[in-house]
């Protein structure tokens, strides 16, 4: 089985198992609500949030593992960004200095 088809299911999986957890969880706190305990009302409604932010980032998952992936046109060590002057004379200072002997034999007195 490819790996892409792997990760999708891993995804399908993620959100059943989110759903079973915030629909076991609604379920309880109707009853519990409904038994007179007020503090499971707000559980009621929170619950159904939970359950639809599991659905939206199910979808997004599915969206991202299936959108091409686009090559990239810069590479690992160039970057696209214009020149910029003072950056380029402060890199220059830099590879100076690091050319520059250094006399690390001396100990301070």
């Known amino acids: ?4 088809t792997k990760r999708i299911l891993g995804i399908h ?8 957890v915030c629909v076991s969880a609604f379920t ?4 519990r609500a409904l038994a007179g305990n007020t503090l499971s009302w707000a559980y009621v409604f929170e619950w ?3 359950a639809g932010y599991a659905l939206y980032v199910w979808r997004r998952l599915l969206k991202d593992e299936r959108a091409p992936i686009e090559p990239n046109d810069a590479t690992p060590n160039e970057t696209n960004e214009p020149d910029d002057p003072a950056l380029s004379a402060y890199n220059s200072y830099l ?7 250094s006399d690390d034999t001396q100990t301070p007195s």
Not at 95 to 101: F, L, R, V, Y
Request: glycine residues 8%; aromatic residues 8%; without cysteine.
């Open 95 to 101: 590879n100076k200095m690091h050319a520059a002997p």
């Open 13 to 20: 999986a993620g959100l059943v198992f989110a759903e079973l």
């Open 48 to 50: 159904p949030v939970f």
């Open 28 to 31: 309880l706190e109707i009853g």
């Open 1 to 4: 089985m490819p790996e892409k």
